[in-house]
């Protein structure tokens, strides 16, 4: 199996800023795409941005210019920066991988268990 671990969620005040980070360990031969989702109470989970491998970042429109994602990929690990928080960026984060298992050698998805992220105004 692959496991997630996250790290760096909080309460913070709007207009400031927040690291999350997120370390895969397990049964891995190689991650694909690496980011982070959220998912605010009664709203369905959303992408806030993703980095495949040698590729280049996808965000949301709704963070852009406000957050900055970036990947270690000997650490195996993806950082989200968020600076210039907003009461609306308040919602549970989650990290992703899709990740090849070294055994059997197929493509998987897998999340972390999330991480809070409350913004007050």
């Known amino acids: 199996q692959v496991q997630l671990v996250e790290s760096g969620g909080g309460l913070v005040q709007a207009g400031g800023s927040l690291r999350l980070s997120c370390t895969a360990s397990?049964?891995?031969?190689?991650?694909?795409?690496m980011g982070w989702y959220r998912q605010a109470p009664g709203k369905q989970r959303e992408l806030v941005a993703a980095?495949?491998?040698?590729?280049?970042?996808n965000y949301a429109d709704s963070v852009k210019a406000r957050f900055s994602l970036s990947r270690d990929n000997a650490k195996k690990s993806v950082y989200l920066q968020m600076n210039s928080l907003k009461p609306e960026d308040t919602a549970v984060y989650y990290c992703?991988?899709?990740?090849?298992?070294?055994?059997?050698?197929?493509?998987?998805?897998?999340w972390g268990q999330g991480t809070q992220v409350t913004v007050s105004s």
């Open positions: 980095l495949p491998s040698g590729g280049s970042t």
């Open positions: 992703n991988a899709e990740v090849t298992m070294t055994f059997p050698r197929v493509r998987r998805d897998f």
């Open positions: 397990g049964n891995i031969f190689s991650i694909n795409d």
